[in-house]
């Protein structure tokens, strides 16, 4: 029996099929393995992929592409406000929930997220059965580490309201140790992994315990500030400032024009990882001016230098939270189209250079591959024993931290969960205040990486009696889906309050 694995990214998708017992990526009705997850809106129809994407300049407005970045999340999510900024497609609020509003022909319509998003997943199922030769839904689909449990939901009923039977939900990085068989060829022994993704938008830094089958995330890093589009752009201010030395116009501020620049750059860019040099041709650029420009891997490389320290520089970061240094690491493995850029792979063999870099499978297609691995594990056409299954233990994403004043008046904060706690976690923890007190408050806190701490709530214990000193057993348990529930009791009076902060959306 076959079964489906599916990496939908913030720019593309893959999907990989499982049969026969291997797992290969399927090419799509284009030709093209890997689908821009681009979805173009017209008269009477809905245009998904490279075409959706070559066509952008000419139907903007109806063009939705990063849609991943808004899926389970509310109107005023900042993450939301940021994409309606960004993109060209309408973003509106009806009833605090996140539609695109499409003006293709002579009405007017307002699309959800999840609607844009079942699309792509059609795109993929249509994929896998025309290569197959049958109807298979049985998939597994992959989600970023950060993802929260209401993100999570959206992409599980997009993909199901396309046809899929989802299996299960995975975390990028497992599957991506799951497409290089890390952690099946040893039963015992613990090893450190470090998985460094570069998509379309985002760079993601994990690193991994891998003990017998079982993977245990120690620390993860997103940047959404850095991807293969920030150097994209990169090289097409550059090819603008090349128009504007020969033909003295500038075209930095046409929109259309730009967006021209941008895919003639995106396909140099991708020419640079293979070559040493590039053409990049735009015909009618400005005024009916072609532009053709040859661009060399050197001088992209210098463009997108510091771009490039960017994308390195959080490993060490990530490591040192983590207690962990280079030598530490047994293994890195590269995921995400950008990671085929050769000058970023030569910094990271710098950086470890007595690691193994696991990079023989194509980066955009190493997440796929293990989705649909991880697909055949499930519908038991592998050969492999359940308990020889890998699986993913959820952990706390970020430190959780209670707030109390010392002797002294001082904050003090106390870390209980720090970032990396397996799920369901229970912590206990007593605070102490002086016996003249008649109110104690209690903050909870959570803190980011090298980031302040963000207040999540708070409990305030009043009318408390006189005693010596006031005693305050504080329970705090996280729940696998990110959610927090505190309570308080004084040990002198009974006291109690509780508060439950609901998982991040």
């Given at each position: 029996m076959a079964a489906i694995g599916v990496h939908f990214g913030y720019t593309c998708a893959c999907v990989a099929v499982f049969k026969d017992g291997r797992a290969d990526v399927v090419a799509n009705d284009a030709g093209d393995r890997v689908t821009p997850a681009v979805v173009a809106y017209r008269d009477t129809e809905?245009?998904?992929?490279?075409?959706a994407k070559q066509g952008r300049f000419r139907n903007a407005a109806n063009t939705v592409v990063k849609v991943k970045q808004v899926l389970g999340r509310s109107f005023e999510d900042p993450e939301t406000q940021t994409h309606g900024s960004e993109t060209k497609c309408q973003v509106v609020n009806r009833d605090q929930k996140v539609f695109y509003e499409i003006s293709a022909g002579d009405q007017t319509d307002f699309v959800s997220p999840e609607n844009v998003a079942k699309l792509i997943f059609n795109k993929m199922k249509e994929t896998a059965q025309s290569a197959v030769g049958s109807d298979i839904t049985e998939a597994v689909i992959t989600v970023p580490f950060e993802f929260a449990h209401a993100q999570k939901r959206a992409l599980r009923e997009a993909a199901e309201a396309a046809g899929f039977h989802v299996l299960r939900l995975i975390?990028?990085?497992?599957?991506?140790?799951?497409?290089?068989?890390?952690?099946?060829?040893?039963?015992s022994g613990k090893s450190h992994v470090l998985v460094w993704?570069?998509?379309?938008?985002?760079?993601?830094?994990?690193?991994?315990?891998?003990?017998?089958?079982?993977?245990?995330v120690l620390n993860t890093h997103t940047d959404h500030s850095i991807g293969g589009e920030s150097f994209t752009q990169a090289l097409a201010l550059h090819l603008a400032a090349e128009f504007k030395r020969t033909f003295k116009h500038d075209v930095s501020s046409n929109v259309r024009a730009m967006l021209k620049l941008m895919s003639g750059a995106d396909m140099a860019k991708h020419s640079l990882s293979s070559l040493g040099s590039a053409n990049c041709?735009?015909?009618?650029?400005?005024?009916?001016?072609?532009?053709?420009?040859?661009i060399s891997r050197a001088r992209f490389e210098l463009l997108c230098s510091s771009l490039f320290n960017k994308s390195i520089q959080p490993i060490r970061v990530l490591l040192e939270v983590a207690g962990l240094s280079t030598t530490d690491i047994n293994k890195v493995v590269l995921c995400g189209g950008s990671a085929r850029i050769p000058r970023l792979q030569q910094m990271i063999r710098e950086m470890f250079p007595d690691v193994e870099l696991l990079s023989s499978a194509p980066p955009d297609e190493v997440i796929a591959v293990g989705a649909a691995l991880q697909a055949g594990l499930l519908v038991g056409r592998d050969g492999l024993r359940p308990e020889?299954?890998?699986?993913?233990?959820?952990?706390?994403?970020?430190?959780?931290l209670l707030k109390e004043l010392n002797e002294s008046g001082a904050e003090l904060f106390t870390v209980l969960l720090p970032a990396g706690t397996p799920l369901p976690a229970r912590r206990h923890h007593v605070l102490r205040g002086g016996g003249t007190l008649s109110s104690l408050c209690v903050g909870i806190y959570q803190r980011l990486v090298s980031m302040q701490p963000e207040k999540l709530a708070q409990i305030i214990l009043r009318d408390l009696q006189p005693s010596e000193e006031h005693n305050v057993d504080t329970v705090l348990t996280m729940k696998r889906d990110g959610s927090l529930h505190v309570s308080c009791v004084d040990q002198s009076s009974g006291r109690s309050e509780v508060v439950t902060v609901a998982a991040a959306s």
């Open positions: 809905q245009i998904v992929g490279i075409a975390h990028e990085p497992a599957a991506a140790l799951l497409a290089y068989d890390v952690g099946q060829e040893s039963s993704k570069l998509g379309g938008t985002s760079l993601s830094v994990t690193v991994l315990q891998v003990n017998g089958g079982m993977f245990r041709f735009v015909d009618s650029l400005y005024d009916g001016v072609d532009f053709d420009c040859s020889e299954e890998s699986v993913t233990v959820d952990v706390s994403a970020t430190d959780i």
